[in-house]
C-alpha cells in the first residue's frame, strides 16, 4: 500500500510576517495624498482616521519616479516594523515627498482626482 503523502507534502505554515499597518478599503471618504515627482504623479497615499492606510502607486512611472514610489513603501514598511505610530510614516512620506495639499475625498475614486 502506498503511503498517504497529501499531508506531508503541503507548504510550510507562515511563521514569520512582517509588521504593517492596517489597509483600508478604499470605501468613504479619507485623507487622500497626491505624490508628485515634478509634475508626474508617482501615487495616492491615504487614510481613514488613524486607523488605516493606504498607498496606491501609479503603473508604469519613469525610472525616478519609481525610486519615489519605493522610499514611500520603505518608509510605511520600516516605520510599521520599529512599530512607530502610523501618524509618523505619515508625516516622513510628506517630509521626504513632494505632494499636493492634503483633502478629504472619496477613497474609491482615488485615481480619478
Known amino acids: 500500500m502506498a503511503k498517504d503523502t497529501r499531508l506531508t507534502n ?3 505554515d507562515l511563521a514569520y510576517a512582517p509588521l504593517v ?6 470605501r468613504g471618504n479619507g485623507e ?3 505624490i508628485r515627482l515634478g509634475r508626474e ?10 486607523v488605516a492606510i ?6 508604469g512611472l519613469s525610472e525616478l519616479a519609481n525610486g519615489v514610489r ?3 513603501g520603505d518608509i510605511l514598511r520600516s ?5 512607530k505610530p502610523m501618524v509618523d510614516a505619515w ?7 513632494q505632494h499636493d495639499a492634503p483633502y478629504t475625498g472619496p477613497l474609491g475614486k482615488i485615481d480619478q482626482s
Open 54 to 59: 493606504g498607498w496606491m502607486p501609479r503603473p
Open 70 to 72: 519605493g522610499d514611500v
Open 79 to 83: 516605520f510599521a516594523r520599529d512599530r
Open 41 to 50: 504623479i508617482v501615487g495616492w497615499l491615504s487614510r481613514k482616521d488613524w
Open 32 to 34: 487622500i495624498v497626491v
Open 91 to 97: 508625516a516622513e512620506v510628506l517630509n521626504t515627498t
Open 21 to 26: 499597518y492596517p489597509t483600508h478599503n478604499y
Open 10 to 12: 503541503q507548504p510550510n
